[in-house]
């Protein structure tokens, strides 16, 4: 600890020196609505009826094996997909769902796994930020003038893109007993899009200038010209902390935190959001201090805007902001599967059979 500097700018450093903190709100927010599991009896489940409060942060605790994914993905979440649309697995098994069933319109889990499935795909498209984009470009007069249309500068669609490439940028050469070598195209030196469509500008700039970049310098860009409804969808993903990455960056390099993030910049991006469930299994997985932050803030922006959440964590940062906590165990398999406690961190903190409860204490203080 010793040769930590003082005053270093590394996150790491300011944590462990206690200098940058999580902290620990002052209140929680209160429900009077929820949605209520009768009788989960899938896996180790003991038959338990659990409150899933709405329109706040609920966190499920206990030790591996307590039954947490049991309840909440396999039961509480398949459940309520099969409500909300008409494409969903079989639930776990359980007696029945009630409370404010018909409050909520939708549930989503959130995983860290890549946006999109093609490797063309980036965040930018995905919070749709680029469909705006694109149609700044044809309205430019030269556009016009050679009738390119928004589908043009897509690089998903043939038009406008490198066809060498297929908009990509990059080459892959596979090679015999070796990784695949993945090289600069050489007819368009990674632009991505032919010559003709990056004669095209916007105050000087062509399209590939803009993929180059970051979220933050784009938004101060658009900013400086007035273009609302780009500046709308680009506002979100400097909200969940990603200011930093380059518009087209491919998803494919981003990392699982980064994707799980992006997607809750689409929910935040959408005009008219209906009430919906995120669904969450240890989220922090693999996160930094820093970006559990970020979480933290991309949630509470969620909240604000009607939506619910339910997270699965050992993170104690995480679970002492919760609203309400749901522990489990009180061990792992056959003698788990039991409701050992429900409440505010302070309540947790209090029950004395409760292994979160223990750790509570100390984070409490
Ligand atoms: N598909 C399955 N078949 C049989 N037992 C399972 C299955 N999935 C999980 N279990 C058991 O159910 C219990 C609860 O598991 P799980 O819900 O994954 O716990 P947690 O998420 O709290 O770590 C564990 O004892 C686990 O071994
Ligand atoms: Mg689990
Ligand atoms: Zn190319």
């Known amino acids: ?3 930590l500097q003082k005053g270093s700018d590394s996150y790491t450093v300011k944590y462990l020196l206690g200098e940058e903190n999580i902290d620990i709100p002052l209140s929680h927010r209160r429900w009077n609505n929820y949605i209520e599991i009768k009788g989960a009896r899938e896996n180790n489940l003991k038959g338990i009826d ?13 030790v591996s094996g307590s039954g947490k994914s049991t309840l909440v993905r396999d039961i509480f979440y398949k459940a309520l997909k099969r409500e909300y649309s008409d494409v969903s697995d079989r639930p776990g098994e359980f007696i029945a ?5 018909k409050m909520i319109k939708d549930i989503e889990f959130v995983d860290q796994n890549p946006i999109g499935k093609s490797s063309r795909s980036n965040p930018v ?17 030269l556009a016009k003038q050679m009738g390119y249309t928004a589908g043009y500068f897509s690089f998903n669609t043939e038009g406008g893109r490198c066809e060498e490439c297929k908009g990509e940028g990059t080459v892959t050469v596979e090679m015999q007993f070796m990784a695949d070598l ?18 095209i500008k916007y105050k000087d700039k062509n399209i590939y200038d803009i993929l180059e970049m970051t979220v933050n310098q784009a938004v101060e860009f658009f900013t400086e010209h007035n273009q609302r409804k780009i500046i709308k969808k680009l506002l979100p993903l400097q909200q969940v902390g990603l200011g930093y990455i380059k518009l087209g960056q491919p998803s494919s390099t981003l990392s ?5 993030r992006v997607k809750l ?18 989220p922090t997985t693999g ?9 933290m803030n991309a949630l509470d922006a969620l909240i604000e805007r009607g939506h619910t959440i339910i997270i699965i964590e050992h993170n104690m940062d995480i679970i002492k902001c919760a609203d309400y906590i749901i522990d489990l165990g009180a061990e792992g398999g056959k003698d788990g599967g039991n409701i050992v406690c429900t409440g505010t961190p302070e309540e947790i903190a209090e029950c004395k059979e409760s292994y979160t409860g223990r750790f509570l204490t100390d984070k409490l203080k």
Do not use: W
């Open 1 to 3: 600890m010793k040769d």
């Open 287 to 295: 996160l930094h201090f820093h970006d559990i932050k970020k979480l």
């Open 125 to 141: 498209t995905y919070v749709k930020a680029y469909d705006e984009i694109r149609k700044l470009f044809a309205e430019q007069p």
């Open 182 to 199: 993945v090289l600069e195209c050489e007819s368009c030196h990674g632009k991505r899009f032919n010559s003709d469509t990056l004669e």
């Open 50 to 62: 659990v409150k899933f409060p709405l329109n706040v942060m609920t966190v499920v605790t206990g």
């Open 256 to 260: 699982g935190g980064e994707n799980q």
């Open 97 to 101: 769902l009630e409370g404010n069933v």
């Open 265 to 282: 910049a689409y929910f935040l991006s959408l005009e008219k959001s209906e009430s919906t469930i995120f669904v969450f299994d240890e």
